[in-house]
Every structure is written in C-alpha cells, then in structure tokens.
C-alpha cells in the first residue's frame, strides 16, 4: 500500500512562489513514476508535471513550461513541484500521485488513469 501526503501550499499573490512537497512510502519509490495534478472548482482534474519511472524524463503541461518545475529526493521518499510566476488561474487543489503499475522505464504518463494511488489534496490560491 502506497501513501502520499502533500504539503507545502497555501495563499500567495500572483508572481510569487511556493514549494509543494509530497512525502510517500513504499520501499520501491525511486522505481516510481510520479506526478502532480491540479483540481480547479467546477473543472476536471488535470495534468501538470510528471517524472518517467527511470527518473531520466519530466513532462510539463503548456500551461506551466517554464515556470514550474519537478524534482525527486529518493533519499526522502519525496517529490517537490517548485511553482514560481504564479498566476490566479494556478489557484486549484494540488495532487499528487504514483503510478506504480506503469510498464514503461522512459515515457512519462500523463493520464489519469496512469495513476494508482494519490495524495489528499493541497490548496494553491494565487491572488490577483
């Protein structure tokens, strides 16, 4: 059984920054692939940021390229999403997830249904 606890977000005015942290457990975590969805009210959960399972590739959503970025900490079982120029439209609950069962060691998955296990939730608010 996989488990993930984000961290890290809260209220921010647009063009600052935050860090979100996800703390997972499992011993095989550095063989994950992992990403970060976000949830605006009324929308569909989406896409933002993932790692292949090698850890060698990351994919971003057009919306975030260039200021978001990805890393993995094995070490501490962790995965960060650095967020900077935020924008109001960022302003969402972020996930993040594993997607354990993922065959492929280079491709990075980006579909929902790529994903196992999932975190509770961490709420961005991007101020205008």
């Known amino acids: 059984q996989v488990q993930l606890v984000e961290s890290g977000g809260g209220l921010v005015q647009a063009g600052g920054s935050l860090r979100l942290s996800c703390a997972a457990s499992g011993r095989t975590f550095s063989s994950w692939a992992m990403g970060w969805f976000r949830q605006a009210p009324g929308k569909e959960r989406e896409f933002v940021a993932a790692f292949s399972r090698n850890g060698d590739n990351t994919y971003y959503a057009d919306s975030v390229k260039g200021r978001f970025t990805i890393s993995r900490d094995n070490a501490k079982n962790t995965v960060y999403l650095q967020m900077s120029s935020l924008k109001p439209e960022d302003t969402a609950v972020y996930y993040c997830?594993?997607?354990?069962?993922?065959?492929?060691?280079?491709?990075?998955?980006?579909?929902?249904?790529?994903?196992?296990?999932w975190g509770q939730g961490t709420q961005v608010t991007v101020s205008s």
């Open positions: 997830a594993v997607a354990e069962k993922y065959r492929r060691l280079d491709l990075v998955p980006t579909r929902l249904y790529d994903y196992d296990y």
